[in-house]
C-alpha cells in the first residue's frame, strides 16, 4: 500500500452476530469471526483486544505497554447482556457497534458499522460529531490539531525518500510511530491508543467528517481507552501506559552542537574554543558519521583521530561531553571483526530465503541486528558498552534505524530467525535499538543515567532514548512546524525531543537561524545540527550582533536549568510534558489550533517569532525594525519580561519584537527556579538557587525535587520534595519552604527574587530557619531588549 492511501471503509466486512463465550463477546459475519476480550488495566484505562480469527498469529509483538500493566483484570461481559463495566467506563456493543460511556460522561461511540475486518485487516470508526480537536499522535508535521489529516504509521527516513519535503510543511510521513490519538469533545478529552506495531492508517475526519478511523493492516488489535476528562489526565494515563521517562542526566539538558562532516581531533579541539572564546556554552560535542572507518560501526577512523579517548577526556575537563552517531548497519565484510562476531552468533535478520538480509546504507552492503531478538540485543550491548567505555563517551546517537536500507527493499528484512514478517517489527525497529544501547549504558554503570537520542522510535521509546525529529530544512516552514511537532510528541509519552535548531538541509541565513535559537532555547531538546556543504552554522558564523542574540538565548536556557530540569523530574512522576500547548494548562476553545506559541512547564508562556520579517507585519520604532505578530493571553495576569510590568491576559494582544527579543510572558503565581551561580559548559552544581517569584493576585507554589541529579539513587526514593510557596502578606512577600524526603536536607540554598511587586522585603522560612532579606532585584530581565555585543 502507498503512502497516503488506506483500504475503503466499504471493503470492510462488519460483523454483526453475538454470542457470549470464552471470557467475552464473539462476533461473527460472513467470512468474519472475532473475539472481543476487556481488561481493567488502571482505574482510568480499560483494554478491548479484539482477537481476529483471520490473523494466525496471536502473539502480540508491540512492545508499547509497560510491563507491569500487559495483562490487567479480565472484566467478563455482564449477565445476559453485551456489556463490558469497568471502574474507567461502560462498554456496550449492538452487532458491530460500540458505545463506551466515561465515567465522567463523556461517551465515545463508533459508527453503525463501527468495526470491521478484511480478512487480517481491520477498521475501527468513531464517529465523534462533536470533536474539535485531535492531538497526539506522536511526531508528526503539518499543524498541532489534526482535524483534517491523514496519518500513516509506517516508520520511514523521511527526507531520504520523500525529498519533496524539503520546501514543504504538508506532508506526512515520519520518523516515528505512535499510534495515539486525544480527542477532545465538548465534554472533554479521551485518549485512544491503537497497540499494533503493525503499519496504521489513522482518518482524522479526512474522509468522513466527524469521523476518525483507525486501520490496521495486520496483526491482532488492542484498543486502550484512556480517561480524561481533562487533556491532562488523558496525558498522565498514556504516560502510565507506555513509561514515564527517567530523569536525564543534567549535562544533557544543555546546549548541544552537532554538524555532518566534522572529522578531526583538531576540529572538535577548536570547537571547543570557540564555544569559550565566544563565550557560548555548550554541554555536548557531537561526531557524526565520519569519525568511522569506513562507517565501520564500532571503529574510528584512527588518522582523523588517533586517540579518541584522549580527546573526549579534555573536553569533559571542560565540561563537555562526547557522543557519536551510532547506525544499525554492520558493513557485510569478512574479517571485519564486528561482522564476523555477528555471523557467527547468527544474529543479523533474515529473508524468507534464510540468507542474512542485505541492505545498502553508509558502508555499502550492510547487514541489520534483529533487535527483536534478546541475543541480538545483548550482542549489541556488550558490543556498544565496549566502544562507549574505550572511546570515553558520554552518549550514543541512534540514527538510521527507521530502518533504512537504501535502495533494498525494506519489507525484505525478516525477524526472530526469519520466521516474523517485517511488518512486525518495522515500527519498532528504532524502538528495540534503543532498548538494546540503553543495555548497554546499564552494563558499563548501572546508578548511572544513560543518555540516548534516536530517529526512530514507538510508543514507549521514552523509556529508554530522547527523540530528535529527524531531518528538517533550514527554512521558516520548518521552523514554525517544529513547535507543534515537539508539542504533540510530547502529549504522546515522550517529553525529551526536539528539532534540529538552525534547520539539517540546506542554508540557514543570520535572521532565521536566531529566530531559531530564540523559539527552541527551551525545547526540551537543544541542538543545533546541519549537514555537510551547507552554510556553517555554529554561533559565530553569523556576525557579533547575531552571536550576541544567540548567546543571550543559550545563557537564558543555562540560567534556567533548574526550572527545565525540574518539568523533567516532574515528568517522571507525573507524565506531564515539557514543552505544552496552551490548552493544557488552559482549556478554551479559543487555543484548540494555538501552535505557535507553547507553554514550557505550568509558567513560562512563549511566542516566538517564527516568520520572516519581510513576510510578516512590522514596525519601525525608534530607528530599529520590529515584527508583530498576535499573542493569545489565557485569563488572569502575566508579567512581560521584556517590559517587566503586569498585563491583563483573556484576550489576544499585539505585540512587537526586534531581532534582539522574544515575547516570552509569565503567569501570576509562578516561582521559577534560577541558576545565578557559575557553571562550566554541562558542569554545574545547582546548590544556590534563586526563587523568581511573579506574584499579582494569585498565591504560587512549588514543588522543587531535590537529589544528586547524577545516579539514579531516586528511583528508590533517595530524592527531596521541597514544597514553595509564595504570597504577599502585608507588604512583605512572605515564601515558605517545607522540604522533606530521604535525601539529605539543606544541601540547596535559597534566595528570593522578587518581580513585579510594590514592595522590598521578603520573609523565608525553611523548615523553619528564618530569614528576613531584602530584594535583590525586580527587574533582572531573561531574554534582554538591548543585546549587550561584544567584540
Ligand atoms: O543518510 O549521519 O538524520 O542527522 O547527520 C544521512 C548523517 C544519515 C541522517 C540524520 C542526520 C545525520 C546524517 N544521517
Redesign the pocket.
Known sequence: MLFGQKTHPMNFEYPDRMVRKGGGIEMTGPTSRARITCAAITPDCTRLRFDNAKVADKTNRSDGVVEDLRDGKSVAPARGAFVFSTSACVIEIAGSCLTIRLKDGLVLKTAAEGFGFNGAQAIFNFSVPDASGFYGFGERTKRFNKTGDILDFYNVDVC?VFPHTFQRDDYDPAYVAIPFAIVRTGAGYVGLYLDNAERLVFDVGHIQPGHLILQSLAGNNDLYILGGPTLREVVRNFATLTGRADVPPLWSLGHHQCR?GYKTAGEFRALRENFEKFDIPVSALWF??DYMDEYRVFTWDRVDLPDPAKLNRELKSAGVRAVT?VDPGVKLEPGYSIYESGKRRGIFCKTESGRDYVGRVWPGDTVFPDFATKGARDWWAGHLAKFINDGALDGAWL??NDPATGWSATEDMRFEGGTVAHGAYHNQYGHFMAKASWQAFRKLDNDARPFLLT?SGFAGTQRYSAIWT??NVSNWKHLRMSIPCTINLGLSGVAFNGPDVGG?CGHTDEELITRWYQAGFLFPFFRN?S?NHTKEQEPWNFGPQCLARIRYAIHTRYRLMPYLYNCFFAHHLTGDPVLRPLLYEFDDVAFENLDDQFMVGESILMAPIVERADAGRSVVFRGVRRQQRHVALPEGWWFDLRAGEWISGGRTILCSASLDEVPIFIRDGSIIPYFNGKFRNGDMALTKIELHTFIRERAAELDYYIEDQKTRQYLKGTYNTAHIRAGSESGKMRIVIDEKGRYATGTVQFTPVIYGAEMNRAVMDHNGKRSARKLQSSTRRWVSTEVEVRA
Open positions: 531520504a555532518w557524526d558519521i552517531i540514527d538510521m530517529r529527524g531531518d539539517f545540527h549537514t
